[in-house]
Nanobody, 124 residues
Framework: QVQLVESGGGLVQAGGSLRLSCAAS????????MGWFRQAPGKEREFVAT????????QYVDSVKGRFTISRDNAKNTVYLQMNNLKPEDTAVYYC?????????????????WGQGTQVTVSS
């Protein structure tokens, strides 16, 4: 079992930055692909970013390309999401997820473990 705990969310003005962290416990995630997803009020949960086991391959939803960066530190069993130039439409609960394979994926149904989420609110 893998337990995931997100942190780093909060309230920020448009144009600002936040860095989300996802700390894993229970098992090393060095052989797990990881992903970030988000759910805005009244909307379905959507893919944001994913990273393979080594950190060498990443993928993003078009709306965050050039603004968000996913990374990982396997020594610390932690995954990050650096969010720059935040926009009001980025407001959502952000979830970290782990996938029991080394390959990254945009499909949330392929992830095995989920965190509880952290709220990100961007004011205009």
């Amino acid at each position: 079992q893998v337990q995931l705990v997100e942190s780093g969310g909060g309230l920020v003005q448009a144009g600002g930055s936040l860095r989300l962290s996802c700390a894993a416990s229970g098992r090393t995630i060095s052989r797990y692909a990881m992903g970030w997803f988000r759910q805005a009020p009244g909307k379905e949960r959507e893919f944001v970013a994913t990273i393979n086991f080594s950190g060498g391959l990443t993928q993003y939803v078009d709306s965050v390309k050039g603004r968000f960066t996913i990374s990982r530190d396997n020594a610390k069993n932690t995954v990050y999401l650096q969010m720059n130039n935040l926009k009001p439409e980025d407001t959502a609960v952000y979830y970290c997820a782990a996938r029991g394979t080394i390959l990254r994926s945009t499909n949330q149904n392929s992830y095995d473990y989920w965190g509880q989420g952290t709220q990100v609110t961007v004011s205009s």
